[in-house]
Nanobody, 115 residues
């Protein structure tokens, strides 16, 4: 079993920054992908950014140049540095770990950006 614990959400003004963290524990194999998804009210959950165990990254178009995903494999932790936040970034952000064709999810952390 895998558990994901997130932290770092909150309320910030437009143009501000937040850093999300997510640490995985349990039975974790060496090769896995970690990422962040978000879900705004009334919307579907969407991928924000993901990073492979080798360090390859991909981003949703609207966050490119503003968000940076990184990971510390020794700590099984993934980070999402979010800069120049916009009101449309407001959502619940979920940490995701994909391993052996299974998805694991964190409990979600609220990010609210005021205009």
């Amino acid at each position: 079993q895998v558990q994901l614990v997130e932290s770092g959400g909150g309320l910030v003004q437009a143009g501000g920054s937040l850093r999300l963290s997510c640490t995985a524990s349990g039975t974790i194999f060496r090769i896995y992908v970690m990422g962040w998804y978000r879900q705004a009210p009334g919307a579907q959950r969407e991928l924000v950014a993901a990073i492979s165990s080798g360090g390859s990254t991909n981003y949703e178009d609207s966050v490119k140049g503003r968000f940076t995903i990184s990971r510390d494999n020794a700590k099984n932790t993934v980070y999402l540095q979010m800069n120049d936040l916009k009101p449309e970034d407001t959502a619940v952000y979920y940490c995701n770990l994909r391993m052996l064709q299974r998805n694991y999810w964190g409990q979600g952390t609220q990010v609210t950006v005021s205009s």
